[in-house]
């Protein structure tokens, strides 16, 4: 990745989330909680699903990748938030920047995928049944796993490459506590007009497919649910999509917030209290959601303790 000559800057100083010292110890232990429990409760949960055999099924295998991004999504964001709040000036180099934008950038759509395919894993499971091992076949998995992070990759990569080619001068403090496309849109000094172009038709994409097909999936799940006369089938249908359900409201609701809203509707401090919810918060959320309302998954979870207790 050629970065030398596409700026004559060498650092960039990140704003951060506050300008008030006074908060700023009580908030740097709010989030070091929350990326304490963050890390915890992803590891936690690849650690259970690698060490239970019977979660290893298609669902759970689509789990451990969640998992997986949420794990290095927060941490790309949220160490360099910390020291925000415990040093005067948080400066980043321009080669770290770009390397923070990529990285959040791919596993942001990473996410937007894995999401996705966890839709039509549910679609089939409930919708085609007796074909279910065979549609979702290891090879299949391992076939959409690689989809997600091959997109994933291709989109990050048209707004990294996109912003590489920028020229920023001489303003270099960015107003939020991370490298973000749009912040750094605004600092540019040559013309912006290809990247914006790039957004539009690239987050156009990430959004509008993945809900399509989310939406589809869950209006044929649920036409099937309803017409199932046994309550107790019904209700154990409803169960396994319920957790999907709230995770991808939570993930594209916030992030719908933070994006869709005019610059005149959100101030950039309203803009950077939202991404904290959709950046930091999701993926702390995800294992939780899972954990208390999966019967496998507390099942999985009191049987490892009872091993560790007894071994």
Excluded at 122 to 149: D, E, F, G, H, W
Excluded at 241 to 259: E, K, L, N, T
Aim: aromatic share 14%.
């Amino acid at each position: 990745m050629d970065i030398g000559n596409s700026s004559s800057l060498t650092e960039f100083i990140l704003l951060g989330l506050t300008n008030y010292p006074n908060i700023q110890l009580p908030l740097f232990f709010l989030f070091l909680g929350i990326y304490i429990v963050t890390v915890a409760g992803n590891l936690g949960f690849i650690t259970l699903i690698v060490l239970n055999a019977h979660l290893h099924t298609p669902m759970y295998y689509f789990l451990f990748n969640l998992s997986f991004i949420d794990l290095h999504y927060s941490s790309i964001i949220s160490p360099k938030l910390l020291v925000n709040f415990v040093s005067q000036m948080n400066i980043i180099s321009y080669a770290g920047c770009m390397t923070q934008l990529f990285f959040y950038c791919f596993f942001v759509n990473a996410e937007i995928y894995v999401l996705t395919v966890m839709a039509y894993d549910r679609y089939v499971a409930i919708c085609k049944p007796l074909l279910y091992m065979v549609t979702m076949s290891p090879q299949a998995c391992s076939l959409l796993a690689v989809t997600v992070y091959v997109g994933a990759f291709v989109a990050a990569w048209a707004h990294t490459g996109c912003m590489l080619r920028l020229t920023f001068c001489d303003a270099n403090t960015i107003n939020h506590y991370m490298c973000d496309i749009l912040p750094l849109l605004e600092l540019s000094c040559t013309s912006t007009h290809i990247n914006e172009l790039v957004v539009f038709a690239v987050v156009g994409f990430d959004v509008a497919v993945p809900c399509l097909i989310i939406i589809v999936s869950y209006i044929f799940i649920l036409s099937i649910i309803l017409r199932i006369h046994s309550r107790e089938r019904r209700s154990k249908a409803f169960s396994t999509c319920s957790s999907h359900i709230i995770i991808v409201c939570v993930f594209f609701g916030s992030g719908a917030y933070m994006h869709l809203h005019s610059s005149s509707v959100l101030s950039m401090d309203q803009r950077k209290v939202s991404a904290i919810f959709y950046t930091i918060v999701v993926p702390m959320l995800n294992p939780l959601i899972y954990r208390f309302r999966n019967r496998e998954v507390k099942i999985a979870l009191k049987k490892s303790l009872s091993r560790k207790i007894f071994s």
